[in-house]
């Protein structure tokens, strides 16, 4: 994990600030209702939920047509988010609402599905006529998520060695293509590997030319690209190689911006020549923010109408951004290390972020981010040493992990994904 010396950062547990306009009203009385909801429900059955919600909304709105939305914001499966939104419209047409188009409703109403550490929060977000806007929520309890004395989680994770190698390992790319091939980023090579026989083999290696000597914690990030093989960014340097075979790269100096996402997440960033970190310095901006305070590491969660973005700083805290509002994240335990990953389990996306693991190691786990609220949704999984790089995989569906084995003290790079569990 990243610091200013060799030892890793893990962060406190801190209280969320300011929240985005749009939802303060919601965000204040879901943290209400966490204290003043009197008798929750069990989780595992919808009905009583279901039609305490909808006598909610009928006592504001009356019998008529109401225009219905939901969404879901939690870790509920889609299975379980159909269900509810199915027993919801039954149990609003035996209180004489009937769920209509918007443009023959006399009413419309939005359901969030969300959730905080001891309970899943449903909100009806209610709009009539010329009247102000209603805000209606109810509690639900979560199951039990003890069994054989051991937490239960939506999500696993699923870890994957791809490469090991005794000098540091800064990133890996699988490309796509048959035969499958793979890129290994180090400080002074990109060495392209074909799988043959279900074994990485060498194909060619390339050499990286600075003029300069690298910073001591030294980063370095590969793209793979639609016109060219592959971008490598490492400090005040830039590598691009065509994609004719053998190979040939060009590196120069340059300081333009590393990218933080992907071609489907566009954000990219300036890294300091010196250190290891980036400065905070956006491009492009995020909808009006053009900058985030510096930090190690940064996670994209795409929303329903706007990107929002997390940030690990150096101030050891995660700084939510959303185009408006930098507010701060509720997180315990958290290291420097985050990046999301799209699963398509629960909301679809979620952020994996380092923390301690056993003795000297380190370990990843993912987190649902219902609002702002992350989640713990998985059990951690460790690796045999400290993680030095976790960066999203070019196509979403996985992220890289890369350690120093505590024990052989070789670099290893890990495929890390998640597979639904309910």
Known sequence: MKSNSSAAVYNARIACMCIFLSRILRALF???????????????????????LASKIAAVTGPGAVALDLV???????????????????????????????????????????????????????????????VVMISVSRPATVEDGREQFPLTIHKTLLWSQESRI????RLSGNPQRM??????????????????????????????????????????RKDHLFDA???????????????????????????????????????TSTRNFFTGALSPAIVKQTAAAPFYSAAAMPREKYMLWMFSALDGRIHLIDGVTDQIAATEGWGSDIASVRSGC?????????EAGEGASDAVRAFNMPDREPVRASRPSEVSGAITALWTAWDNASVIAVSQNSQTRRYEAYQLSISCDQ
């Open 30 to 52: 879901f943290a209400l209702v966490v204290f003043v909801c009197a008798t929750p429900t069990w989780a595992g059955d919808w009905q009583q939920p279901e039609k305490q």
């Open 346 to 354: 629960g909301s679809g996306w979620q952020v994996l972020a380092t």
């Open 72 to 134: 879901n914001r939690s870790s509920l499966s889609p299975a379980d988010t159909e269900q509810i939104r199915r027993g919801i419209v039954t149990e609003l047409q035996a209180s004489g609402l009937n769920s209509v188009k918007a443009e023959q409703a006399t009413a419309t109403v939005t359901i969030y599905l969300s959730e905080n550490p001891q309970s899943y929060v449903w909100a009806a977000d209610i709009h009539q006529g010329a009247n102000e806007r209603s």
């Open 233 to 271: 960014y490492l400090p005040s340097v830039l590598c691009r190689a065509m994609a004719n075979l053998p190979l040939s790269v060009n590196c120069v100096a340059s300081d333009d911006p590393w990218p933080l996402g992907t071609d489907q997440v566009n954000l990219s960033a300036f890294f």
């Open 183 to 224: 890129l290994v980023l180090d400080p002074e090579t990109v060495t392209l590997y074909k799988l043959q026989a279900g074994r990485w083999q060498p194909e060619q290696s390339l050499a990286i030319s600075h003029a300069k000597p690298w910073p001591r914690d030294l980063r370095g990030r590969l793209v793979p």
């Open 170 to 173: 800064l990133d890996v790319a």
